[in-house]
């Protein structure tokens, strides 16, 4: 057996099982469950119907490279999304079957065994099991503290997520500079993980990118930046299994080498229903219509003793709870059946501290009515304590 298989994590929804296990929700109430961030609005007909008119596709292997019309059709979204002179669609942009594989598998190409690796904390927990499946160890920078203060000796990789899962936060140009910086002096690859960036609420604001802000900065050729993104959130069709990455061309190439091994060419039919995905931002700018119907409606029904500020990207609510977040989770379920996803188990103890304690990570990813309601019954609980 790999050694470093036993060093993996239990994932946050077993936690979210063992903390509900024996206790029975009240059957008089409707479940609702709002612990997992899966995108539930539908999915765009002109996604399925691409991928229906392309399903000849299923009789030939696909390549790792994939069609160079996914990789210009990604091209010039990223082009357009983020103000870029020049990205080449031959050599800095890569077809990967989701972020979640990808964000991995980088991991497994660019880290050496004994590397450190730079998580943001709280965090997407692929990035710490991608580390300790290399043989690295990870370093956690805990929400609130600047990337200056690490120690960034023996960093070879950091994973960063702009819209954050789960604060929604997004970085900004000084924080990137800052980053930047560092990869320059330390010669550490960053990962930037944006699966959530086509998800914010003000439309006159999309979050900054990764390769948006080397641009602005005047960086060329995006040196040890690869920046990872997806059409499920986007175009609500996770199970697709589609995204791309896109950067520095030397670290997409051994990404290619690795990927071509691992066996992770992405289906041809797929690949069209892509092209489609990554060439419509109509469904993108009603997809995003209805998370913010949401967040408008639900926002102003949480009050003291619970507190949530409004997100700049993502679909999340990141809700300060007065009592420990996983006793909170379960009273939740067992008194009002609703399921949400407790903070401490999407953040490490690191310098004393877990940010992730007396927070629950909520996803606006049910019906409008369910979201208010589950919202309405976590404040009848709240103000029972
Ligand atoms: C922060 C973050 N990154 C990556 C992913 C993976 O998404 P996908 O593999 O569907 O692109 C998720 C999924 O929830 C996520 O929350």
């Not at 059957?27 to 002109?46: F, N, V």
């Not at 789960?166 to 990137?176: A, F, H, Q, S, Y």
């Not at 002096?185 to 609420?201: K, M, N, P, Q, T």
């Not at 639900?298 to 006793?327: C, M, S």
Request: proline share 8%; hydrophobic share 40%; aromatic share 10%.
């Amino acid at each position: 057996m790999n050694p470093f298989l036993a060093r993996l994590q239990p994932y946050p929804f077993d936690k979210v099982r063992a903390n509900l296990a024996g206790v029975s929700a009240d059957p008089a109430l409707k479940p609702i469950d709002l612990s997992i961030g899966e995108p539930k609005h539908p999915t765009p007909a002109l996604v399925k119907s691409a991928l229906t008119s392309a399903l000849d596709g299923l009789a030939q292997y696909p390549r790792s490279l994939g069609l160079p019309e996914l990789r210009e059709a990604a091209a010039a979204w990223a082009k357009r999304r983020y103000s870029l002179s020049e990205l080449d669609p031959a050599t800095q942009v890569l077809p990967v079957n989701g972020s979640r594989e990808a964000l991995f598998a980088f991991g497994q190409t660019v880290l050496a065994p004994g590397a450190r690796v730079v998580c943001p904390n709280p965090f997407y927990q692929i990035y710490e099991g991608a580390a300790l499946l290399a043989g690295a160890t990870p370093v956690f920078l805990n929400e609130g503290r600047r990337f200056e203060e690490l120690d960034w000796r023996g960093v070879q990789l950091a994973y960063v997520c702009s819209p954050g899962n789960p604060t929604g936060r997004v970085m900004d140009l000084e924080e990137w500079k800052a980053l930047f910086e560092l990869s320059d002096r330390h010669g550490f690859v960053i990962a930037s993980d944006e699966c959530y960036s086509e998800i914010y609420l003000d439309e006159a604001q999309p979050p900054l990118g990764a390769l948006e802000a080397a641009e602005r900065l005047g960086r060329k050729g995006f040196p040890r930046l690869v920046m990872f993104t997806s059409l499920s959130k986007r175009s609500n069709s996770p199970g697709m299994r589609s995204g791309f990455v896109a950067g520095d061309a030397a670290l997409l190439k051994s990404f290619l080498l690795y990927r071509t091994y691992h066996g992770s060419a992405m289906s041809l039919s797929v690949q069209r229903a892509s092209i489609a995905a990554w060439s419509d931002e109509a469904h993108v700018r009603e997809n995003r219509r209805l998370y913010a119907e949401k967040y408008a409606s639900v926002l102003p029904l949480i009050r003291k003793p619970l507190r949530a500020e409004k997100p700049q990207g993502g679909f999340y609510l990141w809700i300060e709870t007065p009592i420990d977040d996983a006793a909170f989770a379960r009273r939740l379920y067992q008194q009002y059946n609703v399921t949400v996803l407790p903070g401490s188990y999407l953040a490490r103890e690191s310098q004393g501290v877990n940010p992730g304690k007396n927070r629950l990570r909520v996803a606006l990813v049910a019906p409008l009515a369910e979201c208010k309601e589950a919202v309405q019954r976590m404040m009848q609980l709240a103000q029972s304590l």
